[in-house]
């Protein structure tokens, strides 16, 4: 079992960065692959980015490419979304996520934290 709790959120004006941190338990944590995903207002969930359980392989989503950067440390069981340049189309809510058997699936889900972009 693993919990994944978000932070970091809040609201920032356009061109302006945030970091986001997911911290999990358990103790497996270093196998998985971890994603971050968000949700605008009236929106379906979208992917934004993902990274491997080494931290050597990162995917991401077209839109945020180029901005964002994520990454991860296995010792403190944390992992990070750097966002810069942000836009306001990149207002929602972010999740992080786990998927335990690198299978693009993802088991488990943080509560999410909001992020608000002022033009």
């Known amino acids: 079992q693993v919990q994944l709790v978000e932070s970091g959120g809040g609201l920032v004006q356009a061109g302006g960065s945030l970091r986001l941190s997911c911290a999990a338990s358990?103790?497996?944590?270093?196998?998985?692959?971890m994603g971050w995903f968000r949700q605008a207002p009236g929106k379906e969930r979208e992917f934004v980015a993902r990274?491997?359980?080494?931290?050597?392989?990162?995917y991401y989503a077209d839109s945020v490419k180029g901005r964002f950067t994520i990454s991860r440390d296995n010792r403190k069981n944390m992992v990070y979304l750097q966002m810069n340049s942000l836009k306001s189309d990149d207002t929602a809510i972010y999740y992080c996520?786990?998927?335990?058997?690198?299978?693009?699936?993802?088991?488990?889900w943080g509560q999410g934290t909001q992020v608000t972009v002022s033009s």
């Open positions: 358990g103790r497996t944590f270093s196998r998985y692959a």
């Open positions: 990274i491997s359980w080494s931290g050597r392989d990162t």
């Open positions: 996520a786990a998927d335990q058997n690198a299978s693009g699936s993802y088991d488990y």
